[in-house]
Structures are given as C-alpha cells and as structure tokens.
C-alpha cells in the first residue's frame, strides 16, 4: 500500500492577509483555490515551487474572533538552504520572528517566525 502526505490544514480568520503572508513572505504559490458559500468557507491550497506538500488554508465566512489555538498545535517547518540570510529577510517582514537558536552544537539551526493568526511556521537550515 502506498502512502504519502498531501496537505496540512490550518484555519485563518483574514484570508487574504493569510494568503499575502504565506505568498510574499514565505515565497509559496497558490495552486488552488474552492469557495462553498452555500457551505460558508472557502479553501485556498498553497505549496512551495517544485513541491507537492500543500498548506490548506480554511476560511470560514462566519468567524469573528480568532481561533485559540491551544496548546496541541506545534509547528509547521520549512527547510532553507541559508538560515542567517532567510532570517535577515523575514526580520525585515513586519512579523514577529525569533532570534537564531541552535541545540546543544551551538551552531544556529532554526528560528520561528509567527503567521498573522499566531501559527509558529519554524525555518530550519537544510
């Protein structure tokens, strides 16, 4: 039996200000997109160039407040091939990005930078 994944789903309160952080920010591209609003939502699929992992981001029209997030909810990550020069760019965003941290080694691995409802989204060195 084969098996791959194909998509992690997170919910967003402002579409488009989700849409224009993963697109501008993190560099992913929309592949598609399905509105339901006989249903009230809509999905909107974004992936990396060259990959076929996808982020779903799910848009209910009715939801005011945002979404609490609890204390299951980990991280997405996403691999760079230069660290210091991806942190230096995301710095410059407008979001909320952490320092450079590294284990035991000392040597920088990975940092977090924060989407606009609060998801972590951690960028390691490839």
Aim: glycine share 8%; hydrophobic share 35%.
């Amino acid at each position: 039996m084969s098996k791959k994944m194909i998509h992690t789903c997170i919910r967003v309160k402002d579409l488009d200000k989700s849409v224009a952080f993963y697109q501008d920010v993190l560099g992913m591209e929309e592949v598609r997109r399905l509105d339901y609003p006989e249903h009230k939502f809509t999905l909107v699929y974004l992936a990396l160039p060259g990959d076929n992992y996808e982020l779903e981001l799910t848009y209910n029209y009715d939801q005011e407040e945002p979404y609490e997030l609890g204390n299951g909810y980990g991280h997405i990550a996403i691999g760079v091939n230069d660290l210091e020069d991806t942190h230096e760019e995301y710095s410059q965003s407008g979001y909320l990005v952490t320092d450079l941290k590294g284990l035991s080694d000392g040597a920088a691995s990975y940092f977090f930078i924060k989407d606009p409802d609060g998801y972590k989204i951690e960028i390691v060195q490839l």
